[in-house]
């Protein structure tokens, strides 16, 4: 059974600066989800990351995937207010379609 | 519609009473899925449809059931519900894993459910 555990589940920072969400996960597993969700909304997809070594880039955040540590991060650079959310990681198992999700980190980007 | 849509927006519930909630989708996907969100425990997968006509349960099917008689809907239905079903559930979508290398979800805007 797969599990996914991230790290910090609470993370407050200031404008400007750099930080890395970590989202390790338990057995093998074929791809990697990040999502975002704002309060009260629901969830919207960021990346997907399908093979070890991949990096994915939008914006401020960039994404990697290390299947080999089961190891994925989600990395801010020079935050800003409006990246405030939680974010989560989800693993999908090689048997299916059926994605197992990380409890949330919620960030909160001060000014 | 676009994407999936989800009803009610939110409902109070007393307890016993029996409550479906709906969800369509208009993508044409093959796997739908129903999760429930509570503070602290992330989202948890109740029951899932890779077709149409099957189903399948996640972590937490207890108290809940679906069918799929068609591609674009998923119906969750609580026979009788209880106050630990408060939260809020989600609904979801994706291609099968066959006809898709990426096999992202997309998720519905959810329903707020309060069982007094």
């Known amino acids: 059974e797969l599990k996914v555990e991230q790290n910090p589940l609470f993370l407050s920072m200031q404008e400007g600066k750099n930080y890395t969400i970590y989202c390790n996960y338990s057995t093998t597993s074929d791809r990697l989800y990040w999502y975002r969700q704002d309060p009260g909304k629901s969830l919207e997809s960021l990346f997907v990351?399908?093979?070890?070594?991949a990096v994915k880039q939008e914006g401020r955040l960039m994404a990697s995937l290390d299947t080999k540590a089961r190891l994925s991060t989600l990395h801010i650079t020079a935050a800003v207010h409006d990246l405030s959310a939680t974010y989560f990681c989800a693993g999908q198992e090689t048997s299916g379609s059926r994605l197992t999700f990380g409890e949330g980190t919620q960030l909160t980007v001060n000014p | 519609i676009a994407g999936i849509t989800q009803a009610p927006t939110s409902q109070i519930l007393a307890a016993g009473r029996r409550m479906t909630l709906r969800c369509t989708q208009d993508?044409?996907?093959?796997?739908m899925y129903w999760y429930r969100q509570d503070l602290g425990l992330g989202l948890r997968l109740i029951h899932y449809?890779?077709?149409?006509?099957?189903?399948g349960k996640g972590e937490v099917p207890d108290g809940y059931s679906v069918s799929r008689a068609n591609t674009d809907d998923f119906p969750l239905t609580l026979a009788s519900a209880v106050p630990s079903q408060t939260s809020v559930y989600f609904c979801?979508?994706?291609?099968?894993?066959?006809?898709?290398?990426?096999?992202?979800?997309?998720f519905g805007p959810g329903t707020r459910l309060t069982v007094l």
């Open positions: 993508m044409r996907h093959n796997a």
């Open positions: 979801a979508s994706s291609d099968s894993p066959r006809t898709s290398s990426y096999n992202e979800q997309f």
């Open positions: 990351l399908l093979s070890n070594g």
């Open positions: 449809s890779n077709t149409a006509g099957t189903t």
